[in-house]
């Protein structure tokens, strides 16, 4: 049974999106384009359910990546790591996120999905997807520092 959090359009968006590329989660708003949708849920079971249909890549060297404006924001952190958590819970494998140390000015180009979601904190999370035999994309088009 599919989880209602991503059912319907939000669904056939991921379902679009080839092995290797990216997904996004923020709670940044975006102008609307064909491949962002809208999730009135929050980004604990946006994850959960996330993870229940899109496969994390096992060929990308850091396949989840996350971003926080505030990082020492306790709201910020509890998703960050409900995030991590989820993607750790369904693959049953050790995973770590990497940090981003800045948002880039169009993080969204790289993506072939975003999500959007409520939240007080001001994050972004990035995940690419693999199944089978795939070549991870580039996340972003400019060479970005990962935080230590």
Not at 5 to 29: D, M
Not at 58 to 72: C, E, F, K, N, Q
């Amino acid at each position: 049974m599919l989880n209602p959090v991503l059912s319907g359009r939000p669904l056939t968006v991921l379902g679009a999106a080839p092995a290797g590329s990216w997904i996004a989660v923020t709670s940044r708003s975006i102008a609307p384009q064909p491949h962002i949708v809208e999730s009135a849920a929050s980004v604990e079971a946006v994850a959960e359910a996330l993870f229940e249909v899109v496969p994390v890549s096992d060929r990308s060297t850091v396949p989840l990546v996350g971003w926080l404006a505030d990082a020492s924001d306790d709201e910020s952190l509890d998703a960050f790591f409900a995030f991590q958590g989820s993607a750790r819970d369904a693959e049953r494998r050790a995973l770590e996120m990497g940090r981003l140390v800045e948002l880039p000015e169009d993080p969204w180009s790289g993506v072939a999905a975003v999500i959007t979601v409520e939240s007080e904190a001001d994050f972004a999370f990035f995940v690419c997807i693999g199944e089978g035999e795939h070549i991870p994309a580039p996340l972003f088009r400019l060479a970005h520092e990962l935080a230590a």
